[in-house]
């Protein structure tokens, strides 16, 4: 058997687009993952918006406000990039319904801290679904865009989050101040 250039050329071609479709898949994977994860913060953020009396904590109130708002933009550019990837997007309520919380109003600073490592969990659980450390992707995973905003809008309100809880529990500060 003779093997030409133009064969070795198409061989070439052949493997890298197989390599192109398992980049776009993996890409798929994460990015779906990522919409579970902003999708479940949106909850939170939304029915701890509930949960919060209205004459109580404003501040708060305002804070989980923002960060509801940016979570949903969140889900509108991973989305979008799901699409232009070609990915179906099929997210379905009943994945959601079994972690949903009912809403009853937060009474003393205990509710308040267990609600804000709520947030702290399920930020730290996108962060790493978003970079995983055992990974050698990790480099291509920053280079998306989609999942570059939501690592740094994940990041940002983790801060905001550590920040309120330094101020609520005395221990934690503390801790921050010996580091």
Known sequence: MIVTKNDARIGRAVVAAAAADAASRTR??????????SIRLRDLYRNARWQIPSGQFREL??????HYKEQLGLIDVIVDRIRVLGGAVGVFASEFLQSAQFCRLLRGPRALNRLLH???DAHESALSAARPH???DDHHRVRELAVGRVVLTNEQQCEVIIGMLSRNEPSLRVRQTEL
């Open 61 to 66: 109130r305002g804070i989980l406000d923002d």
């Open 28 to 37: 798929l994977a994460v990015l779906e993952e990522l919409l579970t994860h």
């Open 118 to 120: 709520d947030f702290l």
């Open 134 to 136: 055992d990974s050698n």
